[in-house]
């Protein structure tokens, strides 16, 4: 989990300034319609949203992970859901859905996968480890 954390982060850093560019060049070369075209500002700060989300979510696995605690993984696995949301909707309901959007949204959404198997594995190990000094 701390080696997929911190690969994420980097990544989700440079994903997100991929994804910038992206954006600079839909506004330019593709037209939003009349009414639509606050939907272009919207997609563009619900980015920056998303990359502040992913940011606490990662610190808060790799914090949970570190220290062995369950109060941080879980709240990791409850931010994973909007996480996992917004990225399905880079990947297949903005307004523009580019080749590049598809590969970065989709391997964002892999490694999202892979961090919550490994957290859930962690929370259940720490919850036994936990459970198991109480009994002694």
Known sequence: LPCLCYSRAASSLASTA?????????????P?????????????????VLQLLE??????????????????????????VPSCLAFV?????????????????????VFLGLEVIFALLATFTFLKAARSSTIR
């Open 32 to 48: 939003y319609p009349g009414n639509m075209n606050s939907l272009f500002g919207l997609e563009l700060a619900m980015l920056y």
């Open 89 to 109: 909707y880079y990947l297949q309901l903005q307004m523009y859905v580019t080749r590049a959007d598809q590969v970065f949204s989709a391997i964002s959404v």
């Open 55 to 80: 940011l606490m979510r990662l610190f808060l696995g790799s914090r949970g992970n570190k220290l062995e605690q369950t109060g941080p993984l879980l709240w990791f696995l409850i931010l994973s």
């Open 18 to 30: 991929a994804m910038t560019a992206l954006f600079a060049c839909k506004g330019v070369y593709l």
